[in-house]
């Protein structure tokens, strides 16, 4: 916590509060020197719950890193990232409001984050590379999921890569074979094969929840996009590797690092 947020008073509190409303409703929890932006999250104190089941697995120092939190919401994470020390941490996200409220919790803190307006599908724009990308909470929001993943493989991962998505099915895994005959159906009804359910309504109530992966999906998703996971700390969260990409077709197929693949 800032120590000079921690200290105002109550009328500062009153006005911090205030200020919060008028940000509209806020998905991050974040606590503002005693003023919590979402306190009726319905999943409780979000995302700290969820981060402190995965956060151990992130470096603690991180002097001299970059960071991309994409999705970044009211900013959250990227207050996390700053807090451990990223020189430079940026947070981009397609909804103005949400980049609003981030602008404003890392102002409140007295955190030097930038945020920008950008979607994950242009992240080519940004023309730079980051030590460390978040992608929290945003791939089943996406039509396009595996296209997300390869325009960030190809354009701004350089190292670490932080992914988490909702998961449904179950969280056991099986080996995947290198092909499977065309007589061979067996496999696809099997709850360990990789699979990613598709939500043409709602689900939740959120009809931006396009796709639901079981864990052996989202596990065969990163690995054929170039990531290799290193830690599984949390059941949705997986820290992984930035590799060569494995041969084979796939969203992007002119790569602009051709000396990307295997
Ligand atoms: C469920 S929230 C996750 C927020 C945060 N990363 C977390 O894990 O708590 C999804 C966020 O992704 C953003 N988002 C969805 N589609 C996006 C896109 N195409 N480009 C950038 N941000 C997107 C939404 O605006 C929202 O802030």
Request: charged share 25%.
């Amino acid at each position: 916590m800032n120590a000079q947020i921690a200290e105002i008073n109550t009328d500062d509190r009153a006005h911090v509060a205030e200020q919060v409303r008028g940000l509209g409703e806020w998905f991050h929890n974040i606590d503002l020197g005693g003023v919590e932006t979402a306190p009726e999250h319905f999943l409780g104190d979000f995302p700290r719950v969820k981060w402190e089941r995965f956060q151990h697995a992130i470096p603690a120092d991180l002097r001299g890193k970059s960071v991309l939190d994409i999705g970044c919401n009211g900013g959250f994470y990227s207050i996390e990232m700053k807090r451990r020390g990223a020189h430079r941490v940026l947070g981009i996200d397609f909804d103005e409001r949400y980049l609003a409220q981030a602008h404003f919790a890392a102002d409140a803190l007295g955190l030097d984050i930038e945020f920008r307006k950008l979607s994950v599908y242009d992240v080519h724009k940004l023309g730079e590379q980051f030590d460390i990308v978040l992608f929290l909470g945003v791939f089943y929001h996406l039509r396009h999921p595996l296209l997300a993943l390869d325009l960030i493989h190809e354009h701004v991962s350089r190292d670490l890569f932080v992914f988490q998505s909702l998961q449904r099915g179950t969280d056991a895994v099986e080996p995947v074979d290198d092909d499977y005959g065309f007589w061979h159906t067996d496999a696809f009804a099997r709850p360990t094969f990789p699979k990613m359910y598709f939500i043409e309504k709602r689900y939740a109530g959120d009809p931006t929840n396009w796709w639901i992966p079981n864990r052996a999906g989202v596990e065969a998703m990163l690995r054929s996009a170039g990531f290799e996971i290193l830690e599984h700390p949390e059941n949705e969260v997986f820290v992984c590797r930035r590799r060569s990409l494995p041969s084979g077709p796939r969203a992007i197929y002119v790569p602009i690092r051709r000396d990307d693949y295997d």
